[in-house]
């Protein structure tokens, strides 16, 4: 890195062996006498499976949102005034359609393609998803066009619905008709795709790292030093707050993959994942929201858990699958234990959300310039259903959408409407897209 | 009707041919009852309703095709029947646009009408736009979920609503895969005078006539003429229900006694049954639709289109399907299981 007295170029690194950190908005880099550049905005796809129980998701009046929100929405509170709730958003494509049983792996494998994909495991086939739409025509600009994120499954073959392929229900994002996009699962591997050079350690090169107790900031404290001279009070301590973000994600890490023990032998995780499903999000979200603070990307896909997935969730105490437990058929003991399922992923994106919030750029917050999208591809689980998806718009998506209500539109308005209107969002207009009738009218959410 | 996405599976054998009827339910008569009609033939396992839509952006139109529909699906009527309101199985599809105020009063009348209590007698789930689907995204939701040529639209109101399914991304290829025929209760044939349903909305029509990818029979008014519903049906053949909104809607329509023509009745049935003989049809060609919404036939031997006729011989026999099936009782309910595991 080179200082001058010149403003800092937009795509300064601190750089070292082994290491690359990207540098998030600072004021430095805003050429004197000049107006300070808008801020990028960032797309994020959150999407949770098997449903959510609607009667404590869906605010029943269109207009602001209550004081009181649903049960399921409690946790989001304090990000009232940041976000919009979507009534009747449908997935057609998600429906049988002639064939049959497997809405899981119908649902999931369609939610950003909006298409209905082939029924099998073998020779699958969905369409590119609007995610890497987006990626394909803006990706150039960051350092990956875009990252996909999970956190319980990345088989990629076998069946897992009724004949739907594994890649249909572990994968969000598609790259074409025939190529997911893997999410990347573990934090370690997230974490030195996003610092790394791009070479893959060995095990034994992270023991390394691991028994000397280095940080990846270590490596990089030349051209840390260097910057923080040329800089101004406000930008140090922006930098300061910003490498500190992600030396307390390295501690977070280390704890994890000293404590890494399997306390859910039902589950394939890789060595490093979090045993705390809350822990684990927590890495993975921070991480995320390093890489949209340093604009190292603005697309991404995460999933926070894969769709028809058996998953318990022992930390809350329920030792039932989350599945099994959707499937209620009414008993009032099943649907409990969904709602607080449900409760507990909102509370993990109310974290995320705090995070976001949190980090200033110029006069808003980092997620006033983002769209956050909170949803799942079935509104009731036990049914099955494909129509009024519960859907969170998350962010002003860079001073556009104005949150803080609930908005329905009418029945069956194609999911892929929505998609339109935030890749128009995104910069990337596209006149069609999987089975949109055309774009969401703008009036009630701006 | 719900949304019937999940009853068919692609090697089950094929059912009963599947009708999406979108009709003007706010102006026309002859559209409430072939909703009726469809009940019955869904009844004796002949067709099922698989979307019903109504032609115009009108709530009140809307309204009565939910309470209608409500009403084969069991939705109770009268006395407590305040929550019923609740129930938002049925979808019913409107087109976009801005709210057309030309309901007939009768309608409106139906729709307040109240119990001896003082209570409503039928209650809708549609209390505003966002109650209802668009016709055009229904009606495309629902042909996909058809098995190739087993299914079939009837139009009997303005072609706006379902002129639009032409516009939605890849819908011709959806749209010839799965609707056999489109059967429009509209025009005059081979001449006469403009029909409303067609002068009203005269750009939409010859949209429809030029671009619309499957054979279209049109059946014009003159056959409505010659076919009407028996007003003495409404008399007599409906002791079974005492609080009956097609019976209620049939009255207020027009002073009583009088026989409705009914065109919408007869494209439903030869929607149903076209090889079975209950009409007589013109040889192919192309139907035009002139600036002042009249309709032109030109025999052409490629056409895609044609017209139906009436044929005397065949009245007595047409008109008791039309008593028995309109005045029918409700359909009983297919057995409703969880949707796939």
Same mark, same amino acid.
């Given at each position: 890195?080179?200082?001058?007295?010149?403003?800092? &170029?937009?795509?300064?690194?601190?750089?070292?062996?082994?290491?690359?950190?990207?540098?998030?908005?600072?004021?430095?880099?805003?050429?004197?006498?000049?107006?300070?550049?808008?801020?990028?905005?960032?797309?994020?796809?959150?999407?949770?499976?098997?449903?959510?129980?609607?009667?404590?998701?869906? %605010?029943?009046?269109?207009?602001?949102?209550?004081?009181?929100?649903?049960?399921?929405?409690? &946790?989001?509170?304090?990000?009232?005034?940041?976000?919009?709730?979507?009534?009747?958003?449908?997935?057609?494509?998600?429906?049988?359609?002639?064939?049959?049983?497997?809405?899981?792996?119908?649902?999931?494998?369609?939610?950003?393609?909006?298409?209905?994909?082939? $029924?099998?495991?073998?020779?699958?086939?969905?369409?590119?998803?609007?995610?890497?739409?987006?990626?394909? $025509?803006?990706?150039?600009?960051?350092?990956?066009?875009?990252?996909?994120?999970?956190?319980?499954?990345?088989?990629?073959?076998?069946?897992?619905?009724?004949?739907?392929?594994?890649?249909?229900?572990?994968?969000?994002?598609?790259?074409?008709?025939?190529?997911?996009?893997?999410?990347?699962?573990?934090?370690?591997?997230?974490?030195?795709?996003?610092?790394?050079?791009?070479?893959?350690?060995?095990?034994?090169?992270?023991?390394?790292?691991?028994?000397?107790?280095?940080?990846?900031?270590?490596?990089?404290?030349?051209?840390?030093?260097?910057?923080?001279?040329?800089?101004?009070?406000?930008?140090?301590?922006?930098?300061?707050?910003?490498?500190?973000?992600?030396?307390?994600?390295?501690?977070?890490?280390? $704890?994890?993959?000293?404590?890494?023990?399997?306390?859910?032998? =039902?589950?394939?995780?890789?060595?490093?994942?979090?045993?705390?499903?809350?822990?684990?999000?927590?890495?993975?979200?921070?991480?995320?929201?390093?890489?949209?603070?340093?604009?190292?990307?603005?697309?991404?896909?995460?999933?926070?858990?894969?769709?028809?997935?058996?998953?318990?969730?022992?930390?809350?105490?329920?030792?039932?699958?989350?599945?099994?437990?959707?499937?209620?058929?009414?008993?009032?003991?099943?649907?409990?234990?969904?709602?607080?399922?449900?409760?507990?992923?909102?509370?993990?994106?109310?974290?995320?959300?705090?995070?976001?919030?949190?980090?200033?750029?110029?006069?808003?917050?980092?997620?006033?310039?983002?769209?956050? %999208?909170? =949803?799942?591809?079935?509104?009731?689980?036990?049914?099955?259903?494909?129509?009024?998806?519960?859907?969170?718009?998350?962010?002003?998506?860079?001073?556009?959408?104005?949150?803080?209500?609930?908005?329905?539109?009418?029945?069956?308005?194609?999911?892929?409407?929505?998609?339109?209107?935030?890749?128009?969002?995104?910069?990337?207009?596209?006149?069609?897209?999987?089975?949109?009738?055309?774009?969401?009218?703008?009036?009630?959410?701006? | 009707?719900?949304?019937?996405?999940?009853?068919?599976?692609?090697?089950?054998?094929?059912?009963?041919?599947?009708?999406?009827l979108d009709g003007d339910l706010?102006n026309r008569i002859d559209a409430i009852l072939a909703v009726?009609?469809?009940?019955?033939?869904?009844?004796?396992?002949?067709?099922?309703?698989?979307?019903?839509s109504v032609s115009?952006?009108?709530?009140?139109?809307?309204?009565?095709?939910?309470?209608?529909?409500?009403?084969?699906?069991?939705?109770?009527?009268?006395?407590?029947?305040?929550?019923?309101?609740?129930?938002?199985?049925?979808?019913?599809?409107?087109?976009?646009?801005?709210?057309?105020?030309?309901?007939?009063?009768?309608?409106?009348?139906?729709?307040?009408?109240?119990?001896?209590?003082?209570?409503?007698?039928?209650?809708?789930?549609?209390?505003?736009?966002?109650?209802?689907?668009?016709?055009?995204?229904?009606?495309?939701?629902?042909?996909?979920?058809?098995?190739?040529?087993?299914?079939?639209i009837v139009l009997a109101g303005p072609s706006?609503?379902l002129?639009?399914?032409?516009?939605?991304?890849?819908?011709?290829?959806?749209?010839?895969?799965?609707?056999?025929?489109?059967v429009v209760a509209a025009?005059?044939?081979?001449?006469?005078?403009?029909?409303?349903a067609?002068?009203?909305?005269?750009?939409?029509?010859?949209?429809?006539?030029?671009?619309?990818?499957?054979?279209?029979?049109?059946v014009?008014?003159?056959?409505g003429?010659?076919?009407?519903?028996?007003?003495?049906?409404?008399?007599?053949?409906?002791?079974?229900?005492?609080?009956?909104?097609?019976?209620?809607?049939?009255?207020?329509?027009?002073?009583?006694?009088?026989?409705?023509?009914a065109p919408a009745l007869a494209a439903v049935?030869?929607?149903?049954?076209?090889?079975?003989?209950?009409?007589?049809?013109?040889?192919?060609?192309?139907?035009?639709?002139?600036?002042?919404?009249?309709?032109?036939?030109?025999?052409?031997?490629?056409?895609?289109?044609?017209?139906?006729?009436?044929?005397?011989?065949?009245?007595?026999?047409?008109?008791?399907?039309?008593?028995?099936?309109?005045?029918?009782?409700?359909?009983?309910?297919?057995?409703?299981?969880?949707?796939?595991?």
């Amino acid at each position: 890195m080179i200082v001058t007295g010149k403003s800092l &170029p937009r795509r300064t690194f601190l750089k070292g062996v082994g290491a690359t950190v990207a540098l998030p908005f600072l004021d430095s880099m805003v050429p004197a006498f000049a107006a300070a550049p808008k801020a990028p905005v960032r797309l994020a796809f959150l999407y949770v499976p098997n449903g959510i129980d609607m009667k404590n998701w869906n %605010v029943p009046q269109e207009g602001a949102l209550p004081a009181e929100l649903p049960r399921i929405l409690k &946790p989001l509170e304090a990000f009232r005034g940041d976000m919009i709730q979507i009534g009747n958003l449908t997935n057609n494509s998600g429906r049988a359609l002639l064939d049959g049983a497997g809405d899981h792996g119908r649902c999931a494998g369609s939610y950003l393609t909006g298409v209905q994909v082939k $029924k099998t495991t073998i020779d699958i086939k969905a369409s590119i998803s609007c995610d890497q739409i987006i990626a394909n $025509k803006i990706g150039h600009q960051t350092r990956f066009a875009s990252l996909e994120l999970g956190m319980d499954d990345s088989r990629q073959a076998g069946d897992c619905d009724s004949g739907y392929s594994c890649a249909y229900t572990n994968n969000l994002a598609w790259r074409s008709e025939t190529q997911p996009l893997p999410p990347v699962l573990d934090p370690r591997v997230l974490f030195e795709r996003l610092f790394g050079t791009g070479v893959i350690l060995s095990p034994e090169d992270m023991d390394r790292r691991a028994r000397y107790r280095r940080s990846i900031l270590d490596f990089v404290t030349g051209d840390t030093k260097k910057l923080q001279s040329s800089l101004g009070p406000t930008d140090r301590r922006k930098l300061e707050e910003y490498l500190s973000s992600i030396r307390e994600v390295e501690r977070q890490l280390e $704890k994890a993959e000293k404590e890494s023990v399997q306390i859910d032998p =039902g589950m394939d995780k890789p060595y490093g994942v979090p045993p705390d499903f809350a822990e684990h999000f927590k890495l993975m979200s921070d991480m995320l929201t390093i890489a949209f603070q340093a604009d190292l990307t603005r697309v991404s896909t995460f999933l926070m858990t894969r769709e028809g997935t058996s998953r318990s969730y022992r930390e809350i105490g329920i030792a039932d699958g989350h599945h099994p437990c959707t499937h209620h058929q009414g008993k009032q003991e099943l649907i409990d234990k969904v709602i607080q399922i449900n409760e507990y992923h909102t509370k993990q994106l109310a974290g995320w959300l705090g995070n976001l919030k949190s980090i200033k750029e110029g006069d808003c917050s980092l997620l006033d310039n983002c769209m956050i %999208v909170y =949803g799942a591809g079935l509104s009731d689980g036990n049914r099955h259903l494909h129509e009024d998806l519960p859907t969170l718009l998350i962010g002003r998506g860079g001073d556009y959408f104005k949150p803080g209500r609930r908005v329905i539109y009418r029945k069956e308005t194609p999911m892929s409407n929505f998609h339109l209107t935030l890749m128009d969002r995104m910069g990337v207009p596209v006149e069609n897209f999987g089975d949109a009738s055309g774009h969401l009218d703008p009036a009630p959410l701006t | 009707m719900g949304v019937d996405t999940q009853a068919q599976g692609r090697g089950a054998v094929r059912p009963p041919i599947g009708i999406a009827l979108d009709g003007d339910l706010g102006n026309r008569i002859d559209a409430i009852l072939a909703v009726a009609m469809l009940n019955g033939l869904t009844a004796k396992t002949e067709a099922r309703r698989i979307s019903l839509s109504v032609s115009r952006p009108s709530l009140a139109s809307a309204q009565i095709a939910d309470v209608v529909a409500g009403f084969y699906r069991g939705r109770p009527v009268g006395g407590s029947a305040g929550g019923v309101g609740a129930i938002t199985e049925g979808m019913i599809g409107m087109p976009e646009g801005p709210a057309s105020g030309n309901d007939t009063p009768p309608l409106a009348a139906t729709l307040s009408r109240k119990t001896p209590e003082g209570t409503p007698a039928y209650t809708s789930a549609i209390s505003g736009p966002v109650g209802t689907a668009e016709s055009a995204v229904l009606i495309r939701n629902l042909l996909l979920a058809q098995h190739d040529g087993n299914a079939a639209i009837v139009l009997a109101g303005p072609s706006t609503g379902l002129v639009r399914i032409l516009g939605l991304y890849r819908s011709g290829p959806q749209i010839t895969a799965k609707c056999k025929q489109l059967v429009v209760a509209a025009g005059s044939f081979p001449a006469g005078p403009a029909d409303p349903a067609i002068r009203n909305d005269v750009a939409a029509a010859k949209k429809l006539f030029a671009e619309w990818p499957t054979p279209i029979v049109a059946v014009g008014t003159e056959v409505g003429e010659a076919l009407p519903y028996p007003g003495a049906s409404i008399e007599t053949d409906f002791a079974w229900a005492p609080v009956h909104p097609v019976v209620d809607a049939y009255r207020a329509f027009k002073a009583m006694p009088y026989d409705a023509p009914a065109p919408a009745l007869a494209a439903v049935l030869y929607a149903v049954h076209p090889d079975d003989g209950y009409f007589k049809l013109s040889d192919p060609g192309t139907i035009a639709v002139l600036d002042d919404g009249r309709t032109r036939f030109t025999p052409a031997a490629d056409g895609k289109h044609r017209y139906l006729i009436a044929d005397p011989a065949q009245k007595d026999r047409v008109l008791a399907v039309y008593t028995s099936m309109v005045s029918a009782q409700p359909a009983p309910r297919p057995g409703r299981g969880r949707a796939g595991a």
